[in-house]
């Protein structure tokens, strides 16, 4: 059972869209996983326009993969790279810390995860 940042069980991150590198609703991961989808974020414009500006355009529908394009609000599991960069640039989503894969703090803190919570670590 996968865990998420605050050591319980991995919880979805989003059905609709659907996320996830294995495209099953979670952000967790694996060897093959390269661009480490893992952390779970809610989109806002200001994001989605510095994402784009980066070279990742998440908002432009790509129907031929499948890809519905992100809208602000939407819930998706964001490469832990592009999260760093942008947290750098101070621009960063906010994240859902039930939903975002343990290995995250390998790279980032939870007190830093914390100061981006959509939800809170005190949630039941």
Not at 38 to 61: E, H, I, Y
Not at 77 to 103: D, K, N
Not at 117 to 122: K, V, Y
């Amino acid at each position: 059972m996968a865990k998420n940042v605050l050591g319980t069980e991995l919880q979805p991150c989003s059905m609709d869209p659907v996320t996830g590198f294995f495209r099953n609703g979670n952000c967790d991961t694996c060897a093959e996983d390269t661009g480490q989808h893992t952390v779970c974020v809610v989109m806002t414009d200001d994001f989605l326009a510095f994402s784009k500006q980066r070279g990742n355009d998440l908002s432009t529908p790509m129907p031929e993969f499948g890809f519905p394009g992100l809208k602000s609000g939407d819930r998706w599991c964001l490469c832990l790279p592009r999260w760093v960069e942008a947290q750098q640039a101070g621009m960063a989503p906010q994240v859902y810390l039930r939903s975002t894969h343990a290995s995250v703090l390998e790279f980032v803190d939870l007190s830093t995860l914390e100061l981006y919570a959509h939800d809170s670590p005190s949630f039941n």
